[in-house]
C-alpha cells in the first residue's frame, strides 16, 4: 500500500462511517495529502491536516480535488501538516494510552 499512497498525487476517503480510518494516517505518513469525511471518526484523526468534506456533496468534494491538484502551496500545507499529524498517533502512545486506562481502575 505505500507504493501506491507515494505514487498518488491524493488520497480520497470519502467514507462514511469508519471506527477509526487507519488508511487516513497511512496516506499522511507518505507524504501523501488527504481528503476525507467530515464525519464518523476522520475529523478526529485527521485534525486540520486533511481537507474535511461533506461525503455526499459531489461538488465540494470535486473542488477539492481540483484545488490539491491545481495548487503546490495548497498540496505542501497538507503534505507537512500529515507529517506532523501521523507522529501523535505512534503505538507506543497508544500503548501508553492504554495503560493508564487499566491503571486509573486500581
Known sequence: MA?????SSLFLYPS???????????????GT???????????EIAGDAAKQID?????????AIKGLLQS?????????????????????ASAETLLNIYNSFQ
Do not use: D, H, Q
Request: charged fraction near 20%.
Open 55 to 63: 461525503p455526499l456533496n459531489y461538488y465540494e468534494m470535486a473542488e
Open 16 to 30: 462514511l462511517r469508519e471506527s477509526f480510518g487507519l488508511p487516513i494516517l497511512e496516506a499522511m505518513a507518505c
Open 33 to 43: 495529502p488527504v481528503i476525507t469525511s467530515n464525519t464518523s471518526c476522520m475529523p
Open 72 to 92: 503546490n502551496s495548497c498540496r505542501n500545507v497538507y503534505v507537512e501538516k500529515g507529517l506532523e499529524r501521523v507522529k501523535k498517533f505512534t503505538w507506543t
Open 3 to 7: 507504493l501506491m499512497y507515494c505514487a
